[in-house]
């Protein structure tokens, strides 16, 4: 936890503004406040192993008839705290100790009356991977393995009639045998507050991920067809984006509304249900949030977003992966092209001028007009195309050009064009890239 999820707290930081660091300041607490219930329902519960117990936490707390779901440490030999787990942990893989380290566990409480034990265990089987040993995705360590903690033999019973189930449909999956731990609860200690409800607390953007995309035999899930896997050889190999989604993600569904569903970026994209690499190429690490959209180059993975907050930061991402380093500083620094040194100086086809990132159109090259400035200029841009601020900047009182779908730097605008607008949209040519009209 200590290495993986401090860099996962940090990255998404920057990328989504506002999420709070799995190493803050430890300040034991009582345990989360559960959810509201019958005070004389008679509930059962279950301590559950599955990784990082922010995702679990939020996986299970989605079943109907659980009533609560807290976070916290169980069955090993030392004290129950997250310094003392770390810490542990560290004495473990550097053989200083035998003695054994608490799995992060979420305890389930659950109504019996409305759910059962074997519809909880269901929740838990999909929601991970079971087969990785000491470890779920990119946290590696004793702490993160998968684990089931009964009370009594009934507990007992289910845990392995489920596990049997699920194993058959694993196998037929293709993936190996399950790792998980079943045993009797021997301890149980509570997390901290601030690791309780973590992704209710920070939402900001992302979805907590399931687990293998293999469904539980019988479930409501396993009527539905399984998303399968996105094949390599149909993707286009030199550049792709794939974006990973989840059935129920927020926002999954906001990045289409707002990206997808008008996407007209030059590089190629493609959505996927199932949480693995296109066929023949490789993540660099696994899912742990949707969306999460990969950029892949020559069937490797080179870049990856995960989350959404907005257009602005998503396209910025994305420029940083396909503009060059002068681009850049154009596009992001407000920078400028010497004069004479752009790009479509001499452009003269039939076509349009479009956001490098977005695709979206900018201006028309029958707008364009020759000013003897060393930059391309037009008279006109096209219609919602770019978006106007002051500038003042080197003591200048000037007017910036920026593209209204990314908000890249494109130059500025000038009274002393030509008729009939008078405007010279003096423009960095390196950040434009023109598309010829058909057959041209």
């Known amino acids: 936890m200590f290495t993986t999820r401090m860099l996962q707290a940090l990255l998404l930081t920057l990328s989504l503004g506002t999420l709070v ?23 059962d519960s279950i301590v559950l192993g599955m990784g990082c117990f922010w995702g679990a936490e939020k996986r299970m707390s989605e079943v109907p008839g659980v009533v609560d779901v807290q976070s916290g440490y169980a069955n090993g030999d030392i004290a129950g705290s997250y310094q003392a787990v770390l810490d542990h942990e560290r004495a473990v893989r550097s053989g200083k100790t035998k003695q054994r380290n608490h799995a992060e566990v979420v305890k389930v409480t659950f109504d019996p009356a409305k759910t059962t034990l074997e519809t909880v265990l269901i929740k838990f089987w999909e929601s991970h991977n079971p087969t990785q040993g000491d470890r779920q995705g990119n946290d590696v360590g004793t702490n993160y393995r998968s684990a089931i903690y009964t009370h009594g033999q009934a507990q007992q019973e289910v845990a392995l009639k489920t596990r049997a189930a699920y194993q058959q449909a694993l196998t037929k999956g293709g993936l190996g045998a399950i790792t998980t731990e079943i045993a009797a609860l021997k301890n149980y200690y509570p997390a901290e507050d601030y690791h309780q409800d973590y992704l209710k607390k920070n939402p900001n953007g992302y979805c907590g991920l399931g687990g293998t995309g293999v469904h539980y035999p019988g479930s409501k899930n396993a009527a539905q067809i399984q998303a399968p896997q996105l094949d390599g050889k149909a993707l286009n190999f030199e550049r792709q984006l794939v974006v990973f989604e989840a059935e129920e993600c927020a926002f999954c569904k906001q990045f289409k509304a707002e990206i997808l569903d008008h996407w007209q970026s030059p590089v190629a994209v493609k959505s996927t249900l199932n949480p693995n690499a296109p066929t023949g190429w490789k993540l660099e690490k696994t899912l742990f949030a949707t969306p999460t959209i990969v950029l892949f180059e020559k069937g490797k993975e080179v870049s990856r977003y995960t989350g959404y907050s907005g257009q602005a930061a998503f396209w910025k991402w994305l420029g940083f992966q396909l503009l060059t380093p002068a681009q ?113």
């Open 328 to 440: 850049q500083k154009i596009a992001f620094e407000q920078g400028t092209e010497r004069p004479g040194t752009g790009s479509h100086l001499d452009e003269k086809r039939p076509g349009t001028f479009i956001d490098p990132i977005t695709g979206a159109p900018l201006f028309r090259s029958d707008t364009k007009f020759e000013s003897g400035t060393g930059w391309p200029s037009f008279f006109n841009p096209v219609q919602g195309g770019i978006v106007l601020h002051e500038d003042n900047a080197y003591g200048m009182r000037r007017v910036e050009v920026r593209s209204a779908s990314s908000g890249i730097h494109l130059g500025h605008v000038f009274d002393d064009g030509p008729a009939p607008s008078n405007k010279r949209y003096c423009i960095n040519g390196n950040v434009l890239k023109f598309v010829p009209d058909a057959g041209k």
């Open 21 to 43: 660091s799995a190493c803050a300041k430890e300040t034991p607490t009582a345990p989360a406040n559960p959810a509201m219930r019958d005070p004389h329902a008679q509930l």
